[in-house]
């Protein structure tokens, strides 16, 4: 699955972290910038997703579908789509460029609007990976979990980043008896829960 990326995949997957790069230096404005996962976290994401019980596999906050991308690797392997969310319409134009030029289009529904909505229409879930605004992050766990299957994976990034900002939220995820929890240090810090 990592071992052999295809071709049209892996290329995007290196477009994209040279934008990333390029954001991350010249000062484009924080709303703009694809504020990309880096690779290690990447692969940490597909070998969970490959590794999660029967159910949907979602994704909150696509940007330009970078992070999508090491997921959808998993979802050739196990066959399935992964649905992703994303709230603005340039990151969703750049995301649908992401899926026609690596042409994994048939692993992958890209989902426009808040989440927080839309996530209501999904259920069994047995994957989630967040990586929105830290603000939304207790919203999207009160309403991941209930619906997360036995098993299941719940991954939020930037822990260890914004470790100050989501305190409460970390706490809250280490001490809910529905979830075993820890921290990793890979990438900005992922927060991983496993539905008792
Ligand atoms: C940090 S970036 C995601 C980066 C992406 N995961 C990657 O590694 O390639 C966060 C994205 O979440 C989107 N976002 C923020 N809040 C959202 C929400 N409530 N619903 C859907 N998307 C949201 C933002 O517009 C932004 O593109």
């Known amino acids: ?14 477009q994209l972290e040279k934008a990333d790069a390029k954001d991350r230096q010249d000062g484009t404005p924080r709303l703009q910038r694809l504020r ?6 990447g692969k940490l994401i597909s070998l969970l997703a490959a590794s999660a019980p029967e159910g949907e596999i979602v994704e909150i906050g696509t940007s330009a579908g970078y ?8 979802c050739r392997y196990l066959e399935k789509i992964v649905k992703t969310f994303e709230i603005l319409p340039v990151k969703i134009k750049l995301a649908e460029e992401t899926f026609s030029q690596a ?11 808040d989440a927080r909505v839309h ?21 999207c766990y009160d309403l991941i979990i209930p619906k997360l299957v036995k098993g ?15 305190r409460p939220f970390i706490e809250r995820a280490i001490t809910d ?20």
């Open 119 to 139: 996530l209501k229409d999904v259920n069994n879930i047995s994957f989630c990976f967040l990586d929105a605004e830290k603000e939304y992050y207790d919203d």
């Open 177 to 196: 008896p529905r979830v075993d929890t820890l921290i990793l240090p890979i990438g900005k810090g992922l927060l991983l829960s496993r539905k008792i």
């Open 103 to 113: 042409k994994v289009q048939s692993y992958v529904e890209l989902i426009y609007g």
């Open 67 to 74: 992070s999508t991308l090491w997921i959808i690797l998993a």
């Open 1 to 14: 699955m990592l071992q052999q990326i295809p071709t049209l995949i892996k290329e995007r997957m290196m």
């Open 36 to 41: 990309q996962i880096p690779p290690e976290s």
């Open 152 to 166: 299941g994976f719940f991954i939020a990034d930037n822990v260890i980043s914004h470790e100050e900002e989501l």
